[in-house]
């Protein structure tokens, strides 16, 4: 019939699933390896493909559900490409040890028999989205604030640190403190920058997922909306063929009274009219009742029209039975096969955003938490290799020390101007004091400044007239015909009996006027100098400062002026074994008594370092208290090196890195092999 909703080839099953499918539970549906192809018929609406996650887990099977038909009428009416875009693809592999990932198919199996199931579990995905979208902005405004407080965090300590060293401030120990607090700022300000691009970089990505999720979802509501109204036009068309069924059915009957002449009484027709369908039969009792039946009309005619409604009757039977038929398969599909189908794409999508929200939110914590750590790490380190924290920085200033050397320079660079304040010294007749008694007659010299005043001890000490302080090392060698400077072998050795293990061993100074008279004592008469005695071993920092005093007070430094630009470019070399190389060439290009005071040295500083687990001086900070000291320091100006010089500071990370790299490689640049036999 032209009218019928279906054709007679409609909903013809095309089966292109996997062979074993029909092993399949049907709450395990969306595969990538076995899609379902619905192919359209003439009359059924074309549904839009819905993409569906490829790494989905692979279904559990159901004791409740149905086995997969191949005969399957719904989905073999309309194409479906099944290929959803797995969101979480972004998220790293190692979120399955922070969020668990199962499917449950219990919650599924419920969710089936729900009759609210599809828009329950759209509104739960609107939800999460929402959730999703909010942490998302969350992570942005927290990295903005994260980013600003980083920059300018680092802006400030770099302008600070710029800026000190082109003001006239204090120097000395205050500076190389203030310089290394603004060092430990800048990688905080560092740390709060990464820790910004990373909040960046999860915020786009819950973003995006956010966008997928809602992706799917729309798609896949549309496609549950377009098999409930299939299903509902299915339904439509079932009762219009119904109804013509019945239709010609009584129009078949009105046929047959008209040709048996049955009157009103007719038990028969009164039997079926209290059977049930009195009232649709009513109408042929009118007929008869208003004298319609044509008695007179040609039986052939009547049996005509017999023919030709039974005709209708029987096609009106057959249509209603398929439409029947359809209607019930169709409806079977839907709720044993594309309903479940449609639930687990929606959980799916639901766990997938849940997961993905979770896993961020736990990445951020962790995040959050190495940040404070890492900030709590630069500002107290945990070992010595870490640094020494902001408070050992703060505290490791010594203003005594610095107010002495700041004194003395100062009487220096002033002592021959005119005085500008009130008059020593004038006739008594104007009102001037007798001259009190002065140290040296005059503004105070480097070396007065050193003498402590009112110490008698060192008074009475008798100057045999062979200084080692400030006297070139090849002149005080040749002079007390010997290998090794005494002075050096003398501290040595009390510093390895005495302080190998002290803590902070030459980098913590003594005290400056304990340091002052050991050197007096040393420089006047060093053979009568007990290092062992109580007054020295009690500290012996007083030791290890005069030792670094003597380095720095000689006229030409230990690595010498001529071969400091080599030793510089040589620690320049980026190359671990090239750099190793150039130093021990430019060590062998040292005179003699340079080479022998420097293998004797660095071999007690090698000592040195092995205690580093009792002294917590590595090879790299021992590099860091003797880089400048045994390369000194150029003077500006007249190209000089000197001890106390305030040039070279440029130069400084190479020469540190060059006594370390010498220490790292001291067995091979010093050490012979027949040195090692014996």
Same mark, same amino acid.
């Given at each position: 019939m032209a009218d019928e909703g279906y054709s007679s080839?409609?909903?013809?099953?095309?089966?292109?699933?996997?062979?074993?499918?029909?092993?399949?539970?049907?709450?395990?549906?969306?595969?990538?390896?076995?899609p379902s192809l619905i192919h359209e018929s003439v009359t059924a609406p074309a549904l839009s493909s819905l993409p569906v996650k490829p790494s989905s887990p692979p279904p559990r099977s159901s004791s409740d559900s149905l086995g997969r038909s191949s005969s399957s009428r719904?989905?073999?009416?309309?194409?479906?490409?099944?290929?959803?875009?797995?969101?979480?693809?972004?998220?790293?592999s190692d979120a399955i040890s922070l969020v668990e990932t199962s499917f449950d198919e219990n919650v599924l199996r419920v969710l089936c028999e729900l009759d609210c199931g599809v828009?329950?579990?759209?509104?739960?995905?609107?939800?999460?989205?929402?959730?999703?979208?909010?942490?998302?902005?969350?992570?942005?405004k927290r990295a903005v604030l994260e980013e600003e407080y980083g920059k300018s965090l680092q802006k400030l300590a770099r302008t600070t640190s710029e800026v000190y060293s082109m003001n006239d401030g204090k120097a000395g120990s205050f500076v190389g403190a203030w310089q290394s607090s603004m060092k430990i700022h800048e990688v905080m300000a560092e740390n709060r920058i990464r820790f910004a691009q990373r909040l960046n970089e999860m915020s786009d990505e819950l973003a995006s997922l956010a966008k997928e999720v809602d992706k799917n979802r729309k798609q896949t509501k549309?496609?549950?909306?377009?098999?409930?109204?299939?299903?509902?036009?299915s339904e439509l068309n079932m009762e219009k063929s119904k109804n013509r069924l019945e239709i010609s059915s009584e129009e078949l009957e009105r046929v047959l009274l008209q040709k048996e002449g049955e009157s009103l009484k007719d038990g028969g027709l009164q039997a079926?009219?209290? /059977? *049930?369908? @009195?009232?649709?039969?009513?109408?042929?009792?009118?007929? !008869?009742?208003? =004298?319609? %039946?044509?008695?007179?009309?040609?039986?052939?005619?009547?049996?005509?029209q017999e023919d030709d409604v039974r005709t209708r009757v029987s096609n009106a039977s057959d249509s209603y039975r398929k439409a029947l038929t359809d209607t019930q398969a169709m409806r079977q599909e839907y709720f044993n096969f594309q309903l479940p189908r449609i639930l687990r794409a929606l959980k799916e999508c639901a766990d997938e955003i849940d997961l993905?929200?979770?896993?961020?939110?736990?990445?951020?914590?962790?995040?959050?938490?190495?940040?404070?750590?890492?900030?709590?790490?630069?500002?107290?380190?945990?070992?010595?290799?870490d640094g020494i924290g902001l408070k050992s920085t703060i505290e490791s200033i010594d203003n005594r020390a610095?107010?002495?050397?700041?004194?003395?320079?100062?009487?220096?660079?002033? /002592? *021959?101007? @005119?005085?500008?304040?009130?008059?020593?010294?004038?006739? !008594?007749?104007? =009102?001037? %004091?007798?001259?009190?008694?002065?140290?040296?007659g005059g503004a105070y010299s480097a070396v007065h400044a050193n003498t402590p005043i009112g110490n008698s001890h060192n008074a009475q000490i008798v100057d045999k007239g062979r200084p080692t302080f400030g006297v070139d090392l090849a002149e005080q060698m040749a002079r007390d015909n010997v290998e090794l400077p005494a002075i050096l072998e003398k501290c040595c050795v009390?510093?390895?009996?005495?302080?190998?293990?002290?803590?902070?061993?030459?980098?913590?100074?003594?005290?400056?006027?304990?340091?002052a008279s050991l050197k007096e004592r040393l420089d006047k008469d060093m053979e009568s100098v007990n290092l062992d005695s109580e007054e020295w071993i009690s500290d012996v920092n007083n030791v290890t400062s005069v030792l670094k005093m003597w380095f720095r007070e000689l006229p030409d430094p230990l690595l010498t002026s001529t071969l400091h630009q080599g030793f510089v470019e040589a620690a320049k070399i980026e190359n671990d074994r090239l750099r190793h190389i150039r130093l021990h060439e430019r060590v062998n290009d040292l005179p003699d008594p340079n080479y022998a005071t420097l293998k004797y040295f660095l071999g007690h500083l090698h000592k040195i370092a092995e205690y580093e687990a009792d002294n917590s001086m590595s090879i790299q900070n021992l590099a860091i208290v003797f880089g400048q000291t045994l390369f000194g320091q150029i003077i500006p100006g007249n190209g000089s090196f000197s001890g106390h010089g305030n040039g070279g500071i440029a130069d400084a990370p190479f020469q540190n890195k060059a006594i370390e790299t010498i220490l790292d490689h001291y067995s091979d640049i010093f050490v012979d092999e027949a040195e090692v036999g014996a």
């Open positions: 080839t409609a909903w013809e099953s095309t089966d292109n699933s996997d062979p074993n499918a029909s092993q399949t539970p049907y709450y395990g549906l969306f595969q990538p390896n076995s719904w989905r073999d009416s309309v194409p479906v490409t099944i290929e959803r875009k797995d969101t979480l693809s972004m998220i790293p828009p329950l579990l759209l509104d739960r995905i609107k939800q999460s989205m929402v959730s999703c979208r909010e942490a998302s902005v969350f992570f942005k549309e496609l549950a909306s377009r098999y409930e109204r299939a299903l509902q036009e079926k009219n209290q /059977g *049930g369908v @009195a009232g649709k039969r009513a109408l042929g009792k009118a007929v !008869a009742k208003g =004298g319609l %039946l044509l008695k007179g009309k040609n039986p052939g005619n009547i049996q005509r993905g929200t979770q896993y961020h939110l736990t990445r951020y914590a962790f995040l959050f938490e190495s940040i404070v750590l890492s900030d709590g790490s630069t500002l107290v380190p945990v070992g010595p290799e610095d107010f002495k050397i700041y004194m003395q320079n100062y009487a220096y660079a002033r /002592g *021959g101007a @005119a005085p500008r304040g009130p008059r020593r010294e004038g006739p !008594a007749e104007e =009102g001037f %004091l007798p001259p009190l008694p002065t140290h040296g009390a510093i390895e009996k005495h302080g190998l293990r002290s803590q902070g061993i030459y980098r913590i100074s003594g005290m400056a006027r304990k340091v």
